[in-house]
């Protein structure tokens, strides 16, 4: 019950965490105030004549009872003045709250000393606790403040004392008998308060402007990181740009080449029998080729924009063998790049792009650890059942011991002055990290380094069953590419599904209001000549609120921010593809789609 009541009251909406801190105290300060003023109050009169407490000055009012009723008043304001400090605090209002306690409870004595004159006790509790929460909780202004009020409340009993003395002996012995010594109390104690609280609000400012200045100083080098990053990525895709152009035009060059061959379906003596292979060989090496070129574009775009994390479970090797055209345009004709590998799949879930840019900054390091040439190394094994194990090993100059420890530290680097920024394997180290892994290093001086990361596995990817049910799938396939747009539409047929086509978005919108059934699956180009994808689906989802949606595009404008279409249902396809891969995308998303129908219905 404590603990409840402790983290009810922390759980305040307060900002400054000084304030939050003190408001917890106040809490039950006030709650203190609120219960034990007129508590207190009632105790001494039920012990005293109530009549003899006031009888001093009774006689200078024309209503006798006057000093009785304006105590209970001020007692009775005081405790209500700290439950509303509670709703206040509570509220997140806590100076508000302390200032308002403190003017009732200076505005009460106030009037008090002025029906009564000063009291017979000089060290009332209530003005040092004025000091103190004024000096501690609202700082040196509010501390003086409630000083002027404190000599203005004994000024004001003064007052009444000069102006209906009992007798002058009295007056002098009970007034200003007393003034000094009561003054020099209040200062002292004022002066104590002002600079012990002083000097900690001065080191608690202190350490808040440190604090925002570390920040600020972090969130500057997470940025100035990422530019570096984005610009190691562009500074690889520079040194690329000769390398792809002459990878293109091998691909064009093998796509025409193997295009001739369909010639000799025009010549008479064609024998299908005998020319079949070579006519599939030639339909493979294209389609190869097609793929090549697909890898060579996708690399440039993903090198190329600013990508987020985008986990998913992909086979090491697979990969590796894919970005082989760009390593072998980032090393000179003096390295040698030589690929390494156990049979078998590593799948490992990770972002694909970060993965493979890692791989370019380690494989980028050994270039240029081998300025007259060698052999850079790629071996990929499985050493554990649950750990996959990359390196990168040169045959360099290696690096010394002291190099070594701090060869992962930000902006460490062993090149010389403007030849690199000292991010790339900081960059490396904390994506393997935040992905569950290790990287270590082993280099010495004159015999190279070899780079070690391990990395979970994970069981591989699973290919979608098509649908198993007699029913149909309806597609509508939205593409403006009449040639793209007939051989899927082909495809998904040849699958067992109903194909509905449209080339725009108004062919879209007049299908949608003419047919009786709408689709299964929905298929959106994404760049059409009178819309975009995201908005022709936004609009469909009127409509269409839980039919799933497979949106294809090379290139989207939202690439590089959080990933999500437009709901949970839409999933995002990149070109190129092959036209299987989209039915298996279309069966999964309608068996999902069927399967949550029978869910809810059951």
Known sequence: ??????????????????????????????????????????????????????????????????????????????????????????????????????????????????????????????????????????????????????????????????????????????????????????????????????????????????????????????????????????????????????????????????????????????????????????????????????????????????????????????TIEEVRPLLHQLLPPSVRLVIESEPGDLAIHFDRNQFELGLLNLVSNARDAMPDGGVCTISVSRPSSSRALLSVRDTGIGMSDDHVQRIFEPFFTTKPSGSGTGLGLSVVYNLVQSAGGEISVESEEGRGTVFHIALPTTLPATQPELVTSDDVVRVLLIDDDDDLRTLLGAALESSGCLVGLAASGAETERFITQTTQLPDVLICDHRMPDTDGLSLLRKLRLQMPDVPAILISAYLETDGQPPGLIDPLSERLPKPFAPDVLVARVHAAAKRHRALLAAASA
């Open 1 to 318: 019950m404590f603990e409840r009541l402790r983290i009810w009251l922390n759980r305040l909406p307060i900002a400054d965490p000084v304030d939050r801190s003190n408001a917890f105290f106040m809490q039950f300060f006030f709650a203190l105030i609120g219960c034990v003023q007129l508590l207190n109050k009632a105790f001494i009169l039920e012990q005293a004549n109530w009549k003899l407490l006031y009888v001093r000055h009774s006689y200078f009012f024309p209503w006798p009872h006057l000093p009785m009723v304006m105590d209970l008043s001020t007692d009775v304001a005081m405790a209500a003045s700290a439950w509303f400090g509670i709703y206040l605090i509570r509220t997140g209002r806590f100076r508000t709250a302390v200032i308002q306690y403190l003017s009732v409870l200076m505005v009460s004595a106030i009037l008090f000393f002025a029906t009564v004159g000063v009291p017979d006790s000089r060290d009332d509790a209530s003005f040092f606790e004025a000091l103190i929460i004024s000096g501690l909780m609202l700082g040196r202004r509010a501390l003086w403040t409630i000083f002027a009020a404190t000599m203005l409340v004994y000024l004001t009993g003064i007052t009444t004392e000069v102006l209906a003395p009992p007798n002058l002996p009295m007056l002098l012995r009970s007034a200003f008998s007393e003034l000094p010594g009561t003054v020099y109390t209040y200062v002292t104690v004022a002066i104590i308060i002002d600079f012990s609280a002083q000097a900690l609000r001065n080191s608690l400012a202190r350490s808040h402007a440190d604090h925002h200045q570390l920040q600020l100083e972090i969130a500057e080098r997470e940025q100035v990181q990422e530019q570096l990053l984005h610009s190691r990525k562009m500074d690889a895709v520079g040194r690329l740009a000769s390398g792809i152009a002459h990878d293109i035009h091998n691909v064009l060059g093998i796509i025409l080449g193997f295009a001739r061959v369909r010639e000799r379906v025009d010549e008479p003596d064609l024998q299908f029998g005998e020319d079949a292979p070579i006519l599939v060989d030639a339909l493979e090496g294209t389609e190869l080729a097609a793929r090549r070129g697909a890898a060579i574009c996708r690399k440039l775009l993903n090198f190329s924009r600013r990508d987020v994390a985008r986990a998913e479970t992909f086979d090491m090797l697979s």
